[in-house]
């Protein structure tokens, strides 16, 4: 693949006030990450590579590695203000929409399967795919991607926990506003598992046991 560097840089918004995470940061070769709860982002590609950002399934344009001035400090900022976002409901049908085009952006990743090999026939009797060979011995792409189709799942799971275990719901049920809200979801917060399973009965009498605990809790404190 010839020389590789690795590109580090921050998303911000528009106004440059605010990092945005989960920002995904994608290369033309498939190589992919996303930005973490500050906004930053390494990613390691070619010199002739190029690499994109793509947030709330908008893209920005390709950037080629090899004109970026300055790899170690690649920011940029998004045409997205977050202050509108607060104001967007998830409703079910978007989530599943989402989730779908999602699994269709990074199918690769999602679909991948570790390489085997695959034994061929020829008239020269039975021997190994020399391709499929040499796709076994490539660990370092293969540990990539099997650790970004992870990345990808859990973050995932993590969008649904949202999605179910969301900030209306929960002050719609406890009343609870700003920190004390923002302590009781952090310290609640449901696994996937429970997510998945539950019905909206369940998660309702869910969030009225934990607030009974919260409140409990904060009584018993001096």
Request: hydrophobic share 35%; with cysteine; charged share 25%.
């Amino acid at each position: 693949m010839g020389q590789e560097v690795t590109v580090h840089g921050t998303v911000y918004n528009m106004y440059r006030t605010k990092p945005l995470d989960g920002v995904s940061v994608i290369s033309s070769l498939g190589r992919g990450t996303a930005t973490d709860s500050n906004g930053n982002y390494a990613i390691t590609v070619s010199i002739k590579d190029s690499i994109y950002f793509s947030y709330l399934g908008r893209a920005t344009a390709k950037y080629p590695v090899g004109t970026i001035n300055y790899v170690g400090a690649f920011d940029i900022a998004l045409h997205v203000d977050p202050v509108e976002l607060k104001e967007v409901k998830v409703m079910p049908r978007n989530y599943h929409y989402d989730s779908l085009q999602n699994r269709q952006d990074y199918a690769k990743y999602f679909n991948y399967k570790k390489p085997g090999l695959k034994v061929s026939s020829t008239g020269m009797g039975v021997g190994l795919d020399l391709n499929q060979l040499i796709e076994m011995f490539n660990f370092a792409q293969k540990r990539r991607d099997l650790a970004f189709q992870r990345r990808l799942v859990e973050d995932e799971k993590d969008k649904y926990v949202d999605y179910r275990f969301n900030r209306s719901i929960v002050l719609k049920v406890t009343r609870l506003e700003g920190d004390q809200l923002d302590s009781f979801m952090l310290r609640y917060r449901p696994s996937y598992d429970f997510c998945h399973r539950a019905t909206d009965y369940d998660l309702l009498d869910y969030i009225k046991l934990a607030f009974h605990e919260y409140q409990k809790d904060r009584k018993d404190r001096p």
